[in-house]
């Protein structure tokens, strides 16, 4: 049974920096893409950042590029989502995602392309 736990989310004054955690479990880590996601109230789900299963590939939305790190460790099944700079419009909840298919050629950043999520952590930021 896949299990993703995120964690390392809370409130931030804008200029501020959170890094979120994801601890994964259940399946091979290594072999997944794994994504990250948010959702502000009232709006839909949106890609924020992806990572190849390799780790020598990313993704990031245009709102984050420059500002936002995805990273994995393979050693600890953990994703990581290093934030910096964070603006007011970035609060949300933030969901991890790991692909539904192992050994992906690319990124992913549609919701369909991943088949487990957790349950979420919140980020808000004040201004």
């Known amino acids: 049974q896949v299990q993703l736990v995120e964690s390392g989310g809370g409130l931030v004054q804008a200029g501020g920096s959170l890094r979120l955690s994801c601890a994964a479990s259940g399946r091979m880590f290594s072999i997944y893409n794994m994504g990250w996601f948010r959702q502000a109230p009232g709006k839909e789900r949106e890609f924020v950042a992806a990572?190849?299963?390799?780790?020598?590939?990313?993704d990031y939305a245009d709102s984050v590029k420059g500002r936002f790190t995805i990273s994995r460790d393979a050693a600890k099944n953990t994703l990581y989502l290093q934030m910096d700079s964070l603006k007011p419009e970035d609060t949300a909840a933030y969901y991890c995602a790991q692909a539904a298919v192992a050994f992906s050629s690319g990124t992913y950043s549609g919701i369909e392309d991943y088949g487990y999520w957790g349950q979420g952590t919140q980020v808000t930021v004040s201004s």
């Open positions: 990572i190849r299963w390799t780790g020598g590939t990313t």
